[in-house]
């Protein structure tokens, strides 16, 4: 038996007896997506003869009515679809909802004419949109469409497969009791359909409502039909793969579906159901964030872009056309073939994606010099939240025509739209590297020398780690560092020999002028990769020592010094240790902090010193996040260091172009969902 879309159809009684009656349109066909419905302010009439009951509430759950009775009295539970039936009726008999639908009692309008009336009589209901269109409705709206189908548009719509959601389908009525279903659709032509609209409308009725409540499984197989085969996963251990991200979020949810998409059109195919239904979508790239900006929430869409790798590079331009998909490492070396350079280079590198760089506007260790992610993107292709494509910006140096859209969405973390292709800047290729390595028997000394070094010249790279990192990563490489040392510095010039000579020359003498207790050089360009492998190497070595917390918290240069000290303190105040690894040239800092997951003392200890460093950044006039962005772990600050002002602004943008609120909730931004409670 083919599962069975029933429809509860209102009328809207004024107008029964008055005016002479016109054709009935459909006008709303709204998807339900709890298995708990209340319809509050009906007009019950049961057609029994009995006088009809205004301003009732009907509560339908497991497809039984659970509760009916006077508005106010009856008792809503709070995961139901709250539907305003104010100025309807429900023509007659509401019984309640058989197979996941709707349907309505027989209207028993003159049971000694039973035999009379006619095939089509007012229990059967919706048939397909397409027998409507022939029998002269002219309208169906559907919500969550920007679209009003008319005519031949709303034909070739059907025609298509283009109807945004599921048809209203044939379906077999009951007849005595809701027990009894026809085998076979009703309606089988347009003529019955025309009969039972005319006869629906000889008894006044202008207007049918129809709400309609499907399961997962019909929901998803509508999508899998929509994709090619290999697109769209639904088995829960493969789903199992799409959870986390690096940040290994404790609350992660389980997707409703991954989707792995392979081009623009199918992120859009998959945002257009998303929206169609009302699915929360979480983008997903490599997987490689540090903020939980990726962690699946329970009944979500994850659009995962892993996939789409292509590259083009145009060297006439010094430009690169990617895919999100692709990796930083990919990027560099497609520009590398060319004698070109892409500069943004986060420590994982070799395993993020150019999508999860533009999500959160990566930096990495040449930024100091070389600025990051934002710096590089010229254009961007992003599906909206209604599925529809923009195309921002292009292979062009200069452009002020309109407002800067293209930076708006760099940084967004997926909640404005979805990256499907970026335009990225080109420079020439960076000159093999000077390396300075310097060792200091205090953090003061070592914060201090940085201030000296930003104040007379631009390095390529300046970066920081403190004793915990510097013994972490010795652990694992066992070149030689200095255990002893609070704190290390490592420094390259890549200017032309004779110019990046001289700035090393400077940065030595700073070095000791600052009582540095070892100081190295090198222009062999495998020794300084060396060191800076190490410093790439510190996150996964102090991940070796326990569970992390991984900050990114930037000040002012100025305040570099009183941001490390005022971590060692939170350190010594909570009892855990923080590792502190730093873009020290920009006053972007890493602290990461290790405690042991299972131990609950320790934990809740971890957690309010993640929070104390945030709000120390704070203080000191900067910022919770740098690089990895707010995501899910980070949101709660998002309002101290915005500010009301700031903050009503950033729910004004995210508002206009995510009406429904429906791209990476609960990223970002703290807010209520608007959302529905999804069906299991």
């Given amino acids: 038996m083919r599962r069975l879309l029933f429809a509860l159809m209102v009328v809207s009684c004024a107008t029964c007896l008055a005016q002479p009656q016109a054709q009935p349109t459909i006008k709303d066909f709204i998807r339900v997506q709890s298995p708990t419905i209340a319809l509050e302010h009906v007009r019950v009439i049961d057609g029994t003869g009995a006088a009809a009951k205004a301003d009732q509430t009907i509560v339908i759950s497991g497809g039984k009515i659970t509760a009916m009775g006077n508005a106010g009295v009856v008792p809503v539970p709070a995961d139901a679809n709250r539907m305003d ?32 009336e006619p095939l089509l009589t007012p229990q059967m209901t919706f048939s397909s949109p397409r027998l409507y269109l022939a029998s002269g409705v002219t309208t169906l709206r559907t919500t969550g469409s920007i679209e009003t189908y008319t005519d031949l548009n709303l034909r070739n719509a059907i025609d298509t497969g283009q109807l945004p959601g599921p048809h209203i389908d044939v379906t077999g009525p009951y007849l005595d009791g809701p027990s009894f279903f026809l085998q076979e659709p009703f309606l089988k032509n347009a003529e019955d359909a025309r009969q039972m609209v005319n006869y629906w409308a000889d008894r ?4 049918f409502k129809a709400y309609m409540f499907i399961t997962r499984d019909e929901r998803l197989k509508i999508l899998v039909d929509r994709l090619p085969n290999g697109c769209v996963v639904i088995e829960p251990d493969h789903m199992a793969n799409y959870r986390w991200d690096r940040a290994n979020d404790p609350d992660a949810g389980t997707p409703l579906v991954v989707v792995r998409a392979e081009c623009t059109d199918h992120v859009q195919v998959a945002v257009r159901f998303a929206a169609e239904h009302g699915i929360p979508v979480v983008p997903r790239g490599a997987g490689s964030g540090l903020s939980g900006g990726s962690s699946a929430t329970d009944g979500c869409m994850v659009i995962a872009l892993e996939r789409m790798r292509q590259i083009t590079v145009d060297p006439v331009t010094r430009t690169v056309v990617t895919q999100p998909g692709a990796l ?34 990566a930096g990495g260790l040449c930024c100091v010099k070389y600025g990051v992610t934002t710096d590089y993107v010229l254009g961007l292709t992003v599906v909206l939240a209604d599925g529809t494509t923009a195309k921002l910006g292009g292979a062009r140096l200069k452009d002020v025509a309109g407002l800067s859209l293209t930076k708006l969405f760099v940084g967004s973390e997926g909640t404005l739209g979805i990256v499907t292709e970026v335009v990225l800047r080109l420079v020439p290729a960076q000159r093999a590297p000077s390396t300075l390595v310097a060792t200091f028997a205090s953090l003061d000394s070592a914060t201090q020398t940085v201030l000296d070094i930003t104040r007379r010249m631009r390095p390529s790279m300046l970066e920081f780690m403190d004793r915990t990192t510097i013994n972490a990563v010795e652990d694992v490489t066992k070149m030689g560092l200095d255990r002893s040392a609070e704190g290390m510095l490592i420094i390259q010039s890549d200017e032309p020999p004779g110019h990046a000579a001289t700035e090393i020359a400077e940065v030595t003498r700073l070095c000791e002028l600052h009582g540095a207790t070892e100081v190295i050089s090198t222009d062999d360009v495998e020794t300084g990769d060396a060191f800076v492998v190490a410093r790439r190497m510190a996150i996964p070595a102090v991940e070796r020592k326990g569970s992390l917390l991984l900050e990114d918290v930037g000040v002012p240069l100025p305040a570099l010094g009183a941001l490390v000290r005022g971590i060692e303190a939170i350190s010594t105040d909570r009892g855990v240790t923080i590792a502190v690894i730093a873009h020290a040239g920009d006053g972007n800092t890493h602290p990461l902090i290790v405690f042991d997951r299972t131990n609950e003392d320790e934990t809740a200890r971890a957690q309010l ?43 004004k943008i995210k508002n206009a172009l995510d009406p429904q609120g429906i791209l990476n909730p609960g990223a970002v931004y703290d807010r209520p969902s608007t959302l529905d409670q999804l069906s299991p």
């Avoid at 104010?86 to 209207?107: C, E, K, Q």
């Avoid at 704070?618 to 309002?639: M, N, Q, Y």
């Fill in 85 to 116: 039936m104010t100025g309807d009726s429900a023509l007659p008999g509401l019984v309640g909802m058989h197979d996941h639908l709707f349907y309505i009692a027989r209207p028993n309008l003159n049971a000694s004419k039973k035999s009379e």
């Fill in 204 to 207: 006044g009725v202008t207007s």
């Fill in 328 to 361: 930083n490492a990919e990027v560099k070396a497609a520009a590398a073939e060319h004698g070109l350079w892409y500069p943004p280079d986060p420590s994982s590198f070799e395993i993020c994606s150019i999508g999860g760089n533009v999500a959160t506007n």
């Fill in 609 to 651: 010193a993640y929070g104390e460093v945030m709000d120390l950044a704070i203080a000191l006039d900067g910022t919770i996040t740098g690089e990895h962005g707010v995501g899910r772990l980070k949101k709660g600050w998002l309002p101290a260091y915005l500010g009301p002002d700031a903050l009503a602004l950033n729910h």
